[in-house]
Each structure stands twice: as C-alpha cells, then as structure tokens.
C-alpha cells in the first residue's frame, strides 16, 4: 500500500496531465468542410468559429437554404473532429493514471 505522500505526488502529476490535456485541447484548431469542399469553416478548441469560406457560386440568389445547410453540415463536421482530438487527450493523460482510473467530464464547449 502507497504511504499519504506517494499517494499526494501521484495525485499532483494527474491533476498536472489533466491540465496539460485540457490546455491542448483549447489550442485545438479543426476544419470542417462541406459540399465537396464549397464551405469550410475552423473551429478552436474553445468551440469559438475563427474562419469561414464560402464558394461564391452558393452566393447565388435562391440559394439560402443550400447555403444554410452546408454551414451547419460543415460546423457538424468539425465539431465530430474536435471531439474526437479532445476524447484521445483525454484518453492520452488518463493512461499516465493506471488502470481503473475514471476520467472526469469532458468540458462542454457547444
């Protein structure tokens, strides 16, 4: 059995993984596309959108509701991808825990 202090250091380097996990995942830039690459949009870690590029020919008078669809598509694509970087950092520190160890609730950005 660990004495109180092993236990203490142990405690301190996964609370330390946990917000260098944490600190990757909100510098975290994805991409989501949609339409065969006619919207992309970035997405941080922080669920913030920095970008979005929209192909002029969507721009087109009638087209609102097309246009309206890729965006979200495109958002949906990037958030999967943002979730799925932020599940393997987590995964990645929690691995430093041993087995057995239970990973808190991932931060909620959306």
């Known amino acids: 059995m660990m004495d ?7 405690a301190s ?3 330390q993984k946990l917000q260098e996990a944490q600190a990757k995942m909100h510098e975290s830039v994805v ?6 690459g006619m919207v992309k949009l970035e997405l941080k870690g922080t669920g913030d959108m920095t ?4 192909d002029p020919s969507l721009m087109a008078p009638g087209e609102g ?3 309206a669809d890729l965006i979200r598509a495109a ?4 958030r999967r991808k943002l979730d799925d970087i932020n ?12 087995p057995g160890a ?4 991932l931060p909620k950005f959306f």
């Open 75 to 78: 958002y949906a694509d990037a």
């Open 65 to 67: 509701e097309v246009l």
């Open 4 to 10: 109180f202090q092993q236990m203490m250091k142990q």
């Open 102 to 105: 239970v990973l808190p609730d």
């Open 13 to 15: 380097m996964v609370q």
């Open 87 to 98: 599940t393997q950092l987590m995964r990645d520190a929690a691995a430093s825990m041993g």
């Open 51 to 54: 970008a979005l590029s929209i």
């Open 31 to 36: 991409t989501g596309a949609s339409g065969g």
